[in-house]
């Protein structure tokens, strides 16, 4: 691990759960949670390092990914959110912005949905899974696409985290994601929603991405340079918004 990170584990019913934690407690600054997309956590690292600037901000790997231990059986979103749920409850964890990137956008969602005393407001980052994109054919054309934009450096990046995964815990979890509907649960987050875009994603359309911003109770939508994976090629780039939208106090209806 980079100097300044620390490594945690917290037990749950899904196996035990590894984060990666930068970064330090601060005074009425809320701490942020990062859930990563799928299959790889460790891409996101500078980025939580970047939030860590300003609060201590926590990426938790869920079950069969990364750090963390196999799952019992497989998982689909709506169990990825449960993990979640007692993740931060083993940590102890609450009034929390919590971050999604890619298809972590859609389990972060559930669990905004499902804990509104404990997220104060959510952030979908390179949200998934496009509409235009809903199968398992046109998912795969468009990552192809989107691919050619991001820096070879970054399958180096993926590589042991994909392999730890398993191409079969990869595709079942690819699929299930593509039966949920974030469009349908961001309009029952009763938070603050940030949906953040990179200029040239290529999974993510800019129209998608606004469209989520306006159907959120409280919605935003910001652009930010780069493609899908703009977290890893500029990871200061989600730093500000975020850190503007962590500012913003809750409503009396929280």
């Known amino acids: 691990m980079p100097p300044g990170v620390e490594l945690q584990h917290r037990a749950t019913s899904w196996g035990a759960m590894r984060s990666r934690v930068a970064g330090e407690r601060r005074p009425g600054v809320p701490e942020v949670v990062v859930v990563h997309g799928l299959a790889v956590a460790d891409y996101l690292e500078p980025a939580v390092r970047e939030l860590g600037t300003w609060t201590r901000a926590h990426l938790v790997e869920l079950p069969g990914f990364s750090g963390s231990a196999d799952p019992p059986r497989p998982m689909d979103v709506a169990d990825h959110a449960?993990?979640?749920?007692e993740w931060l409850a083993a940590s102890s964890l609450d009034d929390v912005v919590l971050v999604g990137h890619s298809s972590g956008t859609q389990v972060a969602a559930h669990v905004a949905v499902r804990e509104p005393d404990r997220v104060r407001a959510l952030v979908l980052a390179s949200p998934t899974i496009d509409p235009a994109y809903r199968s398992m054919r046109r998912v795969l054309l468009a990552w192809r696409r989107n691919h050619e934009l991001e820096p070879p450096e970054l399958d180096v990046q993926?590589?042991?985290d994909r392999q730890r995964a398993g191409l079969r815990r990869v595709?079942?979890?690819?699929?299930?994601?593509?039966?949920?509907?974030?469009?349908?649960?961001?309009?029952?987050v009763p938070q603050p929603v940030l949906v953040l875009h990179g200029d040239r994603d290529r999974?993510?359309?800019?129209?998608?991405?606004?469209e989520l911003s306006e159907r959120a109770r409280d919605g935003r939508f910001h652009s930010v340079p780069g493609a899908h994976s703009f977290v890893w090629t500029a990871p200061a780039a989600w730093s500000a918004p975020i850190a503007d939208l962590a500012s913003v106090p809750p409503s009396d209806d929280d």
Do not use: F, S
């Not at 449960?82 to 749920?85: S, T």
């Not at 039966?179 to 029952?188: A, N």
């Not at 999974?203 to 606004?210: G, H, I, P, Y």
């Open 203 to 210: 999974l993510c359309t800019e129209a998608w991405a606004r």
């Open 82 to 85: 449960d993990a979640v749920v």
């Open 171 to 188: 595709r079942q979890t690819l699929a299930v994601h593509l039966r949920d509907r974030l469009e349908d649960t961001v309009e029952r």
């Open 158 to 160: 993926h590589t042991p």
